[in-house]
Structures are given as C-alpha cells and as structure tokens.
C-alpha cells in the first residue's frame, strides 16, 4: 500500500503544474473531505470535516476566547446570571440571516426548546437537555432557565448551541432538513449547495457583523467527497483539490518532494492516550495494581515514539495531563509518569509479576503504528500487549460490554476545550467501570454544581491528580493536523480558537 501511494505520488507530480492557481483566482479553497456529509448541523452530524464549514456558518450566544480563556459576545452583547440556573441574555438588534430575515428572540427560543424536546433524537442529548425553557422578556432580551443549576451551562452555550432561523424553521415538515435544505445561519460564511456527489460550497457573507475584526479571507470554500486517500493525493497533485486535512507522516514526506505542495503541520488538542482497566472488570487482575499500571507508562519511551512517529512531530505536545493550555479549567499539580524501565522493572516485581504479565491493547485503526511501538517498548521489561485493531464502532461496543483492558484512542476536544467536557468523556459513563473511584464522581459532581471558578478548577484539578497518580490514563500525546496544500495557500491561526483551524483559515498568499 505504501509503495503504491508512493508511486502514484510520483507520477502525479509529474503531471501537475502550478495546480491551485486557477483556484487562487477565483478565490476558492476546495478541501478534500473522506465522509461526505449532506447535512450541515452541529446537532445532526457533529463531525470533525463538516465543523470547518458550520463552525463559521452558524453562530452561538457567546464565545470563548482560548487566548485570554474569557467569554465573549456573539449574538449576545451581554448576559448575567439572575440565580443559579436562570441565565439573562442581551440580545444583539442588528443582526441579519443569510436570507434576510432579522435575528431575534424568537430564533433563541425556537432552536434551543427544537434541541432540548425530548421528542427529538440527538446523538449527544445531554448537550441540550439541559434547557428547561427560554422566557421572552422583550425582542431581544431573553432567559434561559436550566433543569438544574450546572456549572457547565455556559459553555455548552459557547460551544454546543447554534442559533437557527425560527421562520425557516417552522416552514419545513421536518426540522432535521435545516441542515440539509436550509442551512440558514448569521456567520460569516453563508452556505450555497449541498449535495452528497458534488459537495458543499459556502461563500463570504458580506452581511455579517458580529465581530467587526474577524475576517473571511477566501470567497469560497468548497468541501469536495473524496473518500480514498489516495485518489485525494492524486487530485491534490493535478488540481482537483486544494488541501487536504490529516495526513500521515510518510505521505507528507512524499508530498514535500513533488516541489509543488507545502506542508503545514498545525497544533491540535487531540489526545492520543493510554488507559487501563483500573477496577478489574475484564478480568485482568494484574492492572488493578497501582504499581503495575504505573510500570506500564513508565515503560514507555514517549519522546522516541512521538519523534519518529506522531505526524507533525515538532509541534506535538507531549502531555502531563489530560488537558491544554488552551483548555477551560485546566488546572493539575501531579504530572504523568515519567519515562524509567529501570524502575518500572522494580514495581513490577514488587507487585508480584518480574516476569511481566500478558494483557489485550485496542488500539484505533489509524493508529496502530503508535500502538505497535508502545508494545514494543512494553516487550522490553516483560509485559506483552496483544494489540486489538477496533474502529469507533468496536471499540464502544466492547467498552460498553466490559472487555477493554487496555485501550488506545484519539479524543479530539477542539470543539469543546473545557475541563468539564474532556473529564466527562474519560470518567463518566460507560467508561467510569474502568476506574470505579468514588473520589472522581464526588469531585465531577461537585465542579458540576460549583459557579465559583477558583472552586470548580480545584475539583477538576483533584480529578486530573487522580488520573495521574492512580496512573488511570496515560496522557501520550497531541496528534496536530497536518496540512497539505498548493504552495500559494497559507493557513493562519483563529481568532479565538488556540486549538484548531476552520475555513476562515484557509487563504491563498497575497
């Protein structure tokens, strides 16, 4: 397969010339996308390669500014909380939607009571469910009025909830075709088509002014299905496509090659981490040892792997912890192990196993070159790692059946940089088995019932102590998102997101 992705990169090259230069004059940016998407909706179909567009489509409430990590206005100017779990907006009056129609209360009330209807199937149900009602004060004052008091209520507002157009909202039979037929917002990229076999194409809104310094620096941005990598790379090479998204290390090497593309390696808080079965539930009694589960991440040469193996390498972030500098509420006094096979032989042996012991690794697809290097250090002082290949489908399932003993994958938290997101995905749900640790759900439920910030990051704090000390979860690595493109295009940082890039980043150099 490598040979064949290099070959056809090699005869690809020689047939390109100059290829997004007729792009570049007509101020389009066309990336390659592997999952076509019909529907463009945070609440339908919250994926990672449709968010580039709706990110910049849709707008919510409020924002978060990763960089000075405060609130800021979007379609609200200013907001307050009257009680705990009654919040009070401001609307903005002189907003429009991309049809024309004016922005106001009814819009917030609409599409959060559409979301939050019990009635109404959503993949991720708690995003909304928390809303109990919207009060119309006046035109453009509202309140919201949770079903309880949470302390993560504002960022669900920030990062979950875009606001819809009420009017073209109650003209369709089935609200779940917005995305699809209506994709109406007030960012500042107006959808124009989407359709599953030509794409999605969405243009600068000349109309938008929420945010007077945010720029659209490309006219149009067209999401092109592409399904195979290697027909991507091939219509990168003759000027069928413009970027690609997420590619490997070996390709990019072969890319940089061709003279005619240029790779930008982007920082990303996607965590590539190591967890094992704390609490025994898939019958492996060795990992329900502290120092054993220690010995394992201490076995681990992380700096060698990322080096050599982790695309977009020098700018990975080797973590200490399950969050960000980016992240809301990262706050963490104990660092995850470091890198001794000496003394991770010694804790062994203490534990009873000098000889090691036998445990299954999932590991996800796409990264199983990571999983594989991570066993063979593992191989070195005894401890031998069956690695498990699962996609996400698989890996749920058996996660939910009680079968994962160790576990490899990739959480992208980009979309939702907080410490109450990240730790609920890690330590909530079917995955609280895995660890069974009362002192992790007292401290999630009091940061969740906690509205003083000092207070809730000290409980999101103990958490991450936790992980660490009981070594739960190994934080190894970000994966950044490495970027092929024409070599007249630039990527440039977001506004206020530290940790990834959407289509208001994607220009051509002047």
């Known amino acids: 397969m490598r040979m064949k992705t290099f070959g056809l990169i090699a005869a690809a090259a020689v047939l390109a010339a100059a290829p997004a230069s007729a792009q570049k004059s007509k101020d389009t940016v066309r990336y390659a996308v592997s999952n076509p998407f019909t529907v463009l909706s945070n609440y339908h179909l919250p994926l990672d390669e449709s968010a580039v567009l709706y990110k910049k489509i849709y707008e919510p409430l409020i924002g978060f500014d990763e960089y000075k990590q405060k609130w800021v206005p979007r379609l609200a100017k200013a907001w307050r909380t009257v009680s705990p779990g009654v919040y009070e907006f401001d ?3 002189d907003i429009k939607f991309h049809n024309g129609n004016k922005f106001d209360a009814q819009d917030v009330r609409r599409t959060l009571m559409y979301a939050a209807d019990p009635a109404v199937k959503l993949t991720f149900k708690q995003r909304y469910s928390w809303v109990k009602d919207v009060e119309i004060l006046s035109p453009y004052k509202i309140r919201i009025h949770a079903v309880e008091p949470r302390s993560d209520d504002m960022e669900l507002l920030a ?15 089935d609200i779940e075709d917005y995305g699809r037929l209506t994709p109406i917002g007030t960012g500042i990229y107006k959808a124009v088509s989407v359709d599953r076999n030509a794409g999605v194409v969405a243009e600068r809104y000349d109309g938008f002014n929420t945010d007077a310094d945010e720029k659209a620096p490309t006219k149009r941005i067209h999401a092109i299905p592409v399904p195979d990598r290697q027909t991507q790379v091939a219509q990168l090479l003759t000027g069928g496509v413009d970027l690609l998204r997420g590619i490997g290390p070996d390709t990019a090497a072969e890319l940089a090659k061709s003279g005619n593309i240029k790779i930008t390696n982007m920082a990303s808080p996607s965590t590539f981490y190591f ?5 025994g539930v898939s019958g492996n009694k060795a990992l329900t040892d502290v120092r054993v589960r220690r010995a394992v ?14 695309p977009g390498a020098e700018v990975a972030e080797k973590l200490e912890a399950l969050c960000y500098k980016s992240t ?9 192990p470091s890198y001794d096979p000496a003394g991770a032989k010694k804790l062994l042996a203490e534990a009873g196993y000098p000889n090691g012991f036998e445990f299954e690794y999932n590991v996800f697809s796409p990264y199983i070159q990571l999983g594989e290097a991570i066993a063979g250090d593992l191989r070195k002082n005894g401890i031998i790692a069956k690695i498990q290949s699962v996609d996400i489908s698989l890996y ?8 994962i003993q160790g576990l490899s994958v990739l959480s992208p ?23 069974n640790d009362p002192r992790i759900q007292e401290a999630l439920d009091a940061a969740g019932a906690e509205f003083d910030d000092a207070k809730r990051a000290a409980y999101y704090g103990k958490v991450f102590d936790l992980s660490n000390s009981e070594s739960y ?23 206020y997101a530290m940790g990834d890039i959407w289509a208001t980043s994607y220009t051509y150099k002047k």
């Open 473 to 495: 979860i190994f934080p190894f690595t970000s994966i950044p998102t490495v970027y092929a493109t024409s070599n007249d295009m630039d990527l440039v940082p977001d506004r």
């Open 159 to 173: 990062f979950r909830i875009n606001i819809w157009d009420a009017e073209t909202m109650d003209k369709l039979s």
């Open 328 to 336: 809301l509420d990262c706050k963490y006094s104990v660092k995850a």
């Open 396 to 403: 749920r399932r058996k996660q939910g059946q009680g079968q």
């Open 297 to 310: 991440f201490m076995s681990i040469d992380r700096d060698t792997i990322i080096k050599h193996l982790v």
């Open 91 to 93: 609307l903005r009056d």
């Open 275 to 279: 967890a094992l079965d704390a609490a």
């Open 413 to 435: 938290s980009a979309t939702h940089p907080a410490a109450s997101n990240i730790l609920n995905i890690f330590y909530a749900g079917p995955a609280f088995q895995y660890y």
